[in-house]
């Protein structure tokens, strides 16, 4: 029973739109209706500044962190040797909330921090290693979009090379980075059309 309220406290905590509620505490009723209309930490810099960017993006991380490390508490007794399962779930119960929140309608971020939350708790060292990626690619090509989707793609891979990660870290690692490119979609069609937004070209024009 406990590990089910734990699924849920972190499904519902995932849920809480960091981007939304910063937005509406600076006189933004509707941050789906401004910039990109995403409420990650991207629009917020965006339409906020850097600060608000990254408490959003803590905020974001945190929600899924939290609950995972609270699962591995609790049930680090009752759950024996499925207490990596358990734990594991509860990550990708916080980031499908976010994905899918209750409190939205289910119409939420694109996941991007907090998958970052679930996979510092999986695997630090792979974050790394793909925070290097991430970097680079947007450095490179201007697209944090495109940074997103190269980091995605590269976390399960790495958990599966670093030693000491078991298959149910791959194995999430892999669901969530799908997760990520679906919900990229629309990025991935703009990127092909040569119409995405580059981070390069709105720092030139300020």
């Not at 933004?28 to 409420?39: F, R």
């Not at 699962?71 to 990550?91: F, R």
């Not at 790394?128 to 450095?139: A, K, N, Q, R, Y």
Request: charged share 15%; glycine share 10%.
């Amino acid at each position: 029973m406990t590990e089910f309220l734990l699924i849920l406290f972190a499904y519902l905590m995932g849920s809480i739109p960091t981007g939304v509620v910063l937005a509406r505490f600076y006189g933004i009723k509707d941050i789906t209706k401004e910039g990109s209309g995403n409420i990650g930490a991207t629009n917020v810099t965006r339409l906020l500044g850097k600060k608000s960017g990254i408490v959003t993006l803590a905020g974001d991380v945190c929600k899924a962190l939290l609950p995972m490390i609270l699962a591995s508490v609790l049930l680090k007794d009752a759950a024996g040797e499925s207490l990596g399962v358990w734990v594991a779930i509860c990550g990708f119960a916080a980031f499908f909330g976010h994905l899918y929140p209750v409190y939205l309608k289910f119409k939420g971020g694109k996941g991007v921090a907090t998958a970052l939350g679930v996979f510092l708790f999986l695997c630090p060292l792979a974050v790394l290693i793909d925070i290097v990626i991430f970097v680079w690619v947007v450095g490179v090509s201007g697209y944090v979009s495109l940074g997103s989707l190269a980091a995605a793609a590269a976390m399960p891979f790495l958990i599966w090379l670093l030693p000491g990660a078991g298959s149910v870290s791959v194995f999430t690692a892999a669901l969530i980075s799908a997760l990520i490119w679906l919900k990229h979609r629309e990025n991935i069609v703009r990127l092909l059309n040569h119409e995405e937004k580059s981070w390069k070209k709105s720092t030139a024009s300020e």
